[in-house]
């Protein structure tokens, strides 16, 4: 194992890996009675240098591309890229996203569209989901409250607008308690995730003590380890003492070549090149429910970041209705024909 990674994975954890060369990336999903889609994205750069490869959603020379500029009062210029298309269905959606190219490749994404017939009203569905990066660890709403977990999803304009308002020292007080929480579940989770792919790299036929509901009851001593020695955790490693104090110093020499082999899936994991966007839903009719948010234009948006996926798959999704004209006019029709017949009896029995 490389001598750096544990305290690359550390450093990780509390910085996220972030990448100025990509746009910024709006993607506005327009959904249509019929369950097809025009998607449309809207990519902006400081440079006229859009690279396939560094778009985060599927976008190919199939699209109509258009490009522009906008120069400020101040004489900056930013190179805007559009583009759109028009999906028959999700199908065809999900389709590009596996064959996607782009810098977001490695997620594992997929659209969902369904529609129900309520008589008066017809319910639509449309959700974007994006999968889960690692396999175990505990979801974020296990570490932040319900006030907590709505500002962690929230867009960060609307963050950054509130800690400037007039109640920004509450704000400024929930985001610190935030952070600090965050660090605790990011530690967790790779901890977990160690912990799981050490059990998987050992097998089914192993001593009870090294059994994963075993190690997973000691995860509190590594926890403790990273939190104590954070600067000396790579000599601590090399040196055997984290795995010693871990399994015990038999077990540590006995299975150090598995636990490093752990250690490389975890950090190529964290590795994993990820840039975020945001994304628009427009949905037909009245829209009903969402998780999403309104921007300045009331659309719904949903920023997608890093650590909303990382324990959990995260879904973008809303609701809307479209009244049945056809089932009120013939529902209008049946209440009179009816009332008309038990005017017409009434007057034959008078």
Known sequence: MNTKSLKLIISIILILIVSCDEPETVVTNIIHPDGSVTRKIEMRKKDNKFKITDIQVPLDSTWAIADSCEISLKGDTTWIKRAVKDFKNVEELNLAYKTDSGCNSNLKRNASFSKRFRWFNTIYRFSET????????????????????????????????????????????????????????????????????????????????????????????????????????????????????FIGESNSLKYRAEADSAMDIVEDRILLRFVGYSVRILMPGKLISSNGFADSSQLLVWPVNDEYFLTEPYEMWAESKVPNIWAWIVSAIFIVFVATGIIVRKKKRD
């Open 130 to 245: 994006i999968l889960n990066r690692f396999k175990y660890g505990s979801p974020v709403s296990e570490f932040l409250t319900k006030d907590e977990l709505q500002w962690f999803y929230s867009p960060s304009g609307d963050n950054e607008a509130r800690l400037n308002g007039p109640d920004s020292l509450r704000y400024k007080s929930l985001s610190d308690t935030i952070d600090k929480k965050k660090d605790e579940w990011f530690f967790r989770t790779i901890v977990s995730e160690w912990v799981g792919e050490f059990s998987e790299q050992l097998g089914p036929n192993t001593e009870r003590d090294m059994c994963p509901d075993s190690l997973k009851k000691k995860e509190n001593i590594l926890l403790d380890i990273i939190k104590a020695h954070g600067d000396d955790i790579d000599s601590l490693w090399n040196s055997g003492y984290i795995l010693n104090e």
